[in-house]
Structure formats: C-alpha cells, structure tokens
C-alpha cells in the first residue's frame, strides 16, 4: 500500500511535473491545455484533503481518491478522443491517466491526519 504521506507528496510532485511536460516544445494546443488544466485542479483539492499535505483538511482521502479517479479518466479519455492531436502526445495522456489509475488502486484510503488538532485532542 502506498501510505496517504506518500500519496499526499505525490499530490504536488506529479502535478507540476505534468505541468512541465505540457510545455514540452511540439506538444499539441489541446495536450498542452489539458496539461495546464489538469496541475491546478489536483492542487486544489489535495490542499483541502485530510491527510498529510492538505492545508485546509476537509475532503476525507476517499474522496480525494474518487477526484483523483476522474481526473486520471478526463487524462485516457482525452487520449482517446483527440484524434487531431498527434499520437505521441495522445499515448502521453493515456499512459498518465492508466498510471495515474495504478497509483490510487495501491494508495490507501485512510489518513492518519483526521485535520486540525484541537483544544479536546
């Protein structure tokens, strides 16, 4: 199992990395604006999970899962469906969608951070 401290790090190196693989020169307009969209959204709602790398913990780690979940099917369904974009770029989105996938089968569900500690525990 992939523990929700490894998961919450991944939370903001993969995003900026598929950031920075959309800017990669030749890439496709629709690949790069995928690639664009995708980075902000992750960080937004990783900041408001319960676990060790949200801020401002609201959303439990299953649904931080399940959002996870949808943006790596929005990244294979992209993939898929842009036929005008070129191949290369259209097996780049499907590999990080299926990778994306993989990583949250093995990623636990459960934080150990329930949020912010109070006055009663």
Do not use: C
């Not at 030749?26 to 676990?51: D, F, K, N, S």
């Amino acid at each position: 199992m992939i523990s929700t401290r490894l998961h919450a790090f991944s939370d903001y190196v993969i995003p900026a990395t598929i950031a920075l693989l959309g800017q990669t020169p030749g890439r496709g307009p629709g690949t790069r604006r995928i690639m664009e969209i995708g980075p902000p959204w992750h960080l937004a709602y990783t900041l408001v999970t319960r676990h060790e790398g949200g801020l401002v913990p609201h959303l439990s780690m299953r649904t931080h899962l399940a959002l996870d979940a949808l943006s790596a099917l929005t990244f294979v369904g992209a993939g898929i469906l842009m036929r005008r974009e070129p191949a290369r770029d259209r097996a780049l989105l499907v590999g990080l969608g299926l990778a994306e996938l993989a990583w949250i089968a093995l990623s636990d569900d459960k934080s150990d951070s329930q949020g912010p500690i109070t006055p009663n525990g």
